[in-house]
């Protein structure tokens, strides 16, 4: 069974810094891609970051300079750095794992709030 656990969110505020994790099982996970989306509050969910499973990092315009995804494939577990947080990064924040950028093994989401 596959299993995508992200913890990690909760409440913050504005400036401060946020580590989110994805913890997975029941897959190969050194072969598997991963992206990071965000689903703001009445907003369509984006894609934020994306690891490879060769390590090559991708970014959202709206988070580059501020999102570092990472990778330990040892723990199965993928990271996303979040510095200077802002409001608007507000959502709940999925990860996901695939081959070629088709995500197809979900997490259950973490809220993740930015207060001003």
């Known amino acids: 069974q596959v299993q995508l656990v992200e913890p990690g969110g909760g409440l913050v505020q504005a400036g401060e810094s946020l580590r989110l994790s994805c913890a997975a099982s029941g897959i190969i996970f050194r072969t598997k891609d991963i992206g990071w989306y965000r689903q703001a509050p009445g907003k369509q969910r984006e894609l934020v970051a994306t690891?490879?499973?060769?390590?090559?990092?991708n970014y959202a315009d709206s988070v580059k300079g501020r999102f570092t995804i990472s990778r330990d494939n040892a723990k199965n577990t993928v990271y996303v750095q979040i510095n200077s947080l802002k409001v608007e990064d507000t959502g709940v924040y999925y990860c996901?794992?695939?081959?070629?950028?088709?995500?197809?093994?979900w997490g259950q989401g973490t809220q993740v709030t930015v207060s001003s």
């Open positions: 690891i490879t499973s060769g390590g090559s990092t």
């Open positions: 996901a794992a695939g081959v070629g950028g088709r995500y197809v093994y």
